[in-house]
């Protein structure tokens, strides 16, 4: 890792966050099973130094950013919180899309009424494929865009980013204001390294989602890679670790925000900030994948 903090948004954060996407119940719906421990591990991530949490309104819905704010507020002055907006959830957990600009203006106000702030440092954009949506609620990406920057003048964003878009889209995102992108990758899937490179390129930060598979069930899951355990025996380390630590030896503007809703596999996801992979390391770890 060749530094522990990158910018975002003008904020100095460290590269080890948290997304609060696991604190939710099965299917990020619903309470959490055990609401004190979730409030715990919130807290203890701020303990241990994070401050970037990422997180959204329909995470629950309305559950994530509760129990941010109840675990949480007063913030510290350096926590960076993070949502998103362009989805809704119906009652059975489904996925819809609320990308007209009035449907994310309401949904900003809606975070910010939740989270107990008047202005957020960065909200995203999640973009659904074209294909994924009916016509009626086809938004072309420029409107989408135009209105988070309208967002940004009204002064409830300092800035925006995008999520879930291919590299041209991170591209047109990015020339019009975006300050990061948040895709899916990780070791085992590599299929967005363009996109990392263009943020690399124009300094914006990356932060991958899915870091190590294992919240999506057709992505295979880092830590069940053979190789990715051999190297993690060898070092003394977890398989986890050693997967979150290679994401943040690929560029110095990745920010990971892996999720949990334990203590303990909180604490190990922040110790991988620690792991060293040496170059041998790498080049075993991108070789043929292991069965």
């Not at 715990?40 to 704010?69: C, K, M, S």
């Not at 998103?84 to 600009?101: E, H, I, S, T």
């Not at 940004?152 to 300050?179: H, K, M, T, W």
């Amino acid at each position: 890792m060749t530094n522990d903090t990158f910018s975002l948004a003008g904020h100095d954060v460290r590269r080890m966050g948290y997304g609060a996407m696991q604190l939710p119940g099965p299917g990020v719906m619903g309470p959490p099973r055990d609401r004190d421990a979730a409030l715990a591990v919130l807290r203890r991530a701020v303990e241990l130094g994070v401050n970037h949490i990422d997180t959204a309104q329909f995470y629950g819905p309305d559950v994530a950013n509760e129990l941010i704010r109840a675990a949480l507020h007063p913030y510290p002055d350096d926590l960076v919180l993070v949502s998103k907006v362009g989805a809704r959830r119906d009652d059975a957990g489904a996925w819809l899309p609320a990308q007209r600009p009035e449907q994310l203006q309401d949904d900003v106000r809606q975070n910010l009424r939740e989270l107990g702030v008047e202005r957020l440092p960065v909200v995203n954009l999640r973009v659904m494929p074209r294909e994924e949506i009916a016509a009626e609620d086809y938004v072309p990406l420029d409107e989408q865009l135009t209105a988070m920057r309208e967002l940004v003048d009204q002064g409830l964003l300092e800035a925006f980013g995008v999520s879930n878009v291919p590299p041209e889209q991170a591209r047109v995102a990015i020339d019009a204001g975006a300050v990061c992108v948040q895709n899916a990758y990780n070791l085992l899937f590599r299929d967005d390294e363009a996109t990392l490179q263009l943020c690399a390129e124009r300094r914006i930060a990356y932060v991958p989602f899915f870091p190590l598979g294992s919240a999506f069930p057709n992505m295979p899951k880092v830590t069940e890679d053979k190789t990715v355990q051999a190297v993690a025996a060898r070092l003394g380390v977890t398989a986890s670790q050693v997967g979150l630590a290679w994401l943040l030896q690929q560029a110095d503007n990745v920010l990971l925000i892996p999720g949990t809703s334990s203590i303990a596999h909180l604490e190990e996801n922040i110790a991988a900030a620690q792991v060293r992979l040496t170059d041998a390391d790498i080049a075993e770890l991108e070789g043929p994948l292991a069965d």
